[in-house]
């Protein structure tokens, strides 16, 4: 089964529904990119009138996961996934409409292959790049992800 932004935000609705309704959604996913957005609203809102950054991760998250998912489809295999850390760093208030930016398609793509041979599992470091509506970068995410041939 092919995964498209439809299917992953249908998965999000019923597996993740506190990032359904934060309003993250997936927006784009292909051989080079992937991009999740969130738009500041009420319900995902801090104390400063910015977007809660536990809102910002989600998006982030989920814009580096959905490419690790779908690089486990292609492959055909049964391989676990799991974040094992992260880190982020935040620039300026992320007001308006965010989008999170991942390409690290090909970094996926390797490790899964090395995963199929090393029963150890492979671990690697993913990066999501959030940027408002005049482009300016709001804030960073980085997660190590492991993935492990079941």
């Known amino acids: 089964m092919k995964l498209t932004?439809?299917?992953i935000n249908l998965f999000l609705f019923s597996k993740l529904p506190s990032a359904w309704l934060c309003g993250v959604?997936?927006?784009t996913i292909d051989e080079n990119v992937c991009e999740t957005t969130v738009t500041h609203r009420w319900i995902n809102q801090n104390p400063f009138n910015s977007m809660y950054?536990?809102?910002q991760a989600m998006a982030a998250e989920?814009?580096?996961g959905?490419?690790?998912m779908k690089e486990i489809n292609d492959s055909g295999e049964k391989i676990s996934m799991l974040v094992q850390e992260n880190s982020s760093s935040f620039y300026k208030k992320a007001k308006g409409k965010i989008t999170?930016?991942?390409e690290?398609?090909?970094l996926v793509k390797s490790n899964i292959q090395e995963c199929l041979n090393n029963p150890?599992?492979?671990k690697f470091w993913m990066t999501s790049v959030a940027k408002n509506a005049k482009g300016d970068i709001v804030s960073e995410f980085k997660f190590q992800w492991t993935v492990r041939k079941k």
Request: with cysteine; aromatic share 8%.
């Open 104 to 106: 690290d398609v090909r």
């Open 25 to 27: 959604r997936l927006k």
């Open 100 to 102: 999170f930016t991942c």
């Open 66 to 68: 959905a490419i690790v």
């Open 62 to 64: 989920l814009s580096t």
């Open 120 to 122: 150890e599992g492979e």
């Open 5 to 7: 932004p439809s299917k």
């Open 53 to 55: 950054f536990a809102v």
